[in-house]
């Protein structure tokens, strides 16, 4: 017999080096974690909340029979002088206000307009209207793309944090379930908070990285990547399902037809794209033929009735309900009425069908108001985890120095997880060029700083 001890087997990948990357991660990605969470939450209610602003409008006393819906075009154009139709909303009951959009130049107004005196009673820029507004404070901070690429970054970051997070947490050498499933209360504030931290994201960690992933083809980088690779791979379509970016990038990117209304997550705008400008009074003569074609159809709402773009006589009929595998695009002769084309969900390509469901589910209007609870307790639970991890750091932190783990002396970076990396960088590509840019940084400016590596905990050479 040989008295030689086997060599314990190193863990894959290194405890301590995943510990930094989940640190430094969540150092970066907490901030913006807890504000898209709040953000996020809030619009998860946009149906809820448009309702309730709209109640004043929802329920006129009527008198008499309702005017056609091209008057109400007419006066509509006429508070907003100068302006082109682009949407006709079918009313939500008889006794609702009609709502139409027009654009003048770069702005488009939602124009409230009684049914029977054709009386103006609001007036609203779509940019201004309050869902709209939280929708932009989610999807880019209203700092337009450069905005949105912020929000990437720190969502690919998160999607990092979560992944090095349950690697950390997942049970080892025989634990039982306590401080895995659910907390231990007595054995003081410093495990309390750990547990809390920890058991929270082993509940919610697969629901919040289903929330980041659905909302990366909206952004700019992202989405304009996921183009690219569609083109490359012959799987892109004229106009996607979806829109990406700013809106003042979206002219060439909004599908579902030239002259559809929509406001989409992750930065899209009504209107994409372009009308006629037409000085004739009998211009909308033909939308009560198309509302009399839609209206007995019974699509989800919103419905949306759009005129002809330029080069076109058609015009189009959207459901623009955020659940969106119910959606349904007409084409709408512009003589007759008559449907030419009808695409619905089944019609689309099988990843924009994907992608649709992964938006529907992340605005929570997929399965209804179960789904909205669902994601607000995800949203709940990553900002439980941001705060309960800011606690743990707080305490723990030893005085005049950030507080990083200490890394591993001498480690070096296996094949298996430089492949782990590479692929995640090929995935996230702003990962992937924030992580080359901070090692650089690192390499080159950081560790040359002594106060600054000392601070930062760079005094050894580490994969992490």
């Known amino acids: 017999m040989t008295s030689e001890k086997a060599t314990p087997r190193k863990p894959w990948p290194d405890y301590r080096a995943v510990w930094r990357w989940h640190f430094y991660a969540g150092l970066f990605c907490i901030p913006f974690v807890i504000f898209l969470a709040i953000t996020g939450s809030i619009y998860l209610f946009r149906p809820q909340i448009e309702a309730w602003l709209d109640r004043p409008y929802d329920h006129l006393i009527l008198t008499g029979h309702r005017t056609t819906a091209e008057a109400q075009v007419k006066a509509a154009l006429a508070a907003v002088p100068g302006s082109v139709l682009q949407a006709y909303e079918l009313p939500k009951s008889t006794d609702a206000a009609a709502q139409i959009i027009v654009k003048h130049q770069a702005d488009e107004t939602r124009v409230y307009v009684h049914p029977e005196t054709l009386q103006i009673l609001k007036t609203v820029k779509e940019k201004d209207r309050l869902m709209m507004v939280i929708f932009f404070l989610h999807g880019e901070f209203l700092l337009g793309n450069p905005g949105s690429v912020i929000v990437e970054l720190a969502a690919s970051w998160a999607i990092i944090m979560l992944v090095t997070g349950l690697y950390l947490w997942w049970p080892r050498q025989g634990r039982g379930l306590a401080g895995v499933l659910y907390p231990r209360l007595g054995g003081g504030t410093r495990l309390f908070w750990r547990d809390l931290h920890a058991v929270t994201g082993v509940w919610i960690s697969s629901l919040a990285l289903f929330l980041l992933l659905t909302g990366l083809p909206w952004a700019y980088v992202w989405g304009n990547y996921l183009k690219e690779v569609r083109h490359l791979t012959g799987t892109d379509i004229v106009k996607q399902d979806w829109p990406i970016g700013h809106p003042s990038d979206q002219a060439e990117q909004t599908a579902v037809g030239p002259s559809v209304v929509s406001s989409e997550h992750a930065a899209h705008m009504p209107g994409a794209g372009k009308h006629k400008t037409v000085e004739s009074p009998e211009a ?18 919103p419905v949306l009735i759009s005129p002809p773009a330029e080069g076109s006589s058609n015009w189009t009929a959207k459901s623009d309900t955020q659940n969106r595998p119910q959606r349904v695009t007409l084409t709408l002769d512009g003589a007759t009425g008559v449907i030419l084309k009808r695409e619905g969900f089944g019609d689309h390509h099988p ?23 669902l994601n607000v307790l995800t949203a709940l639970g990553l900002i439980l985890m941001s705060v309960s991890s800011v606690i743990m750091w707080w305490r723990r932190r030893p005085q005049g120095v950030l507080g990083a783990p200490d890394p591993t002396p001498n480690s070096k970076v296996s094949f298996s997880l430089g492949v782990l990396i590479l692929l995640f960088g090929v995935y996230l590509p702003l990962f992937g060029i924030s992580m080359i840019a901070v090692k650089i940084i690192e390499k080159l400016i950081l560790r040359r700083i002594p106060a600054v590596r000392d601070w930062l905990g760079l005094n050894m050479a580490v994969s992490g």
């Open 284 to 301: 909308y003569v033909a939308i009560d033929t198309m509302v009399s074609t839609v209206a007995p159809l019974n699509l989800a709402p």
């Open 351 to 373: 990843i924009d069908q994907i992608v649709d469901f992964g938006v529907a589910a992340h605005e929570g209007q997929l399965f209804g108001w179960p789904n909205q609870l």
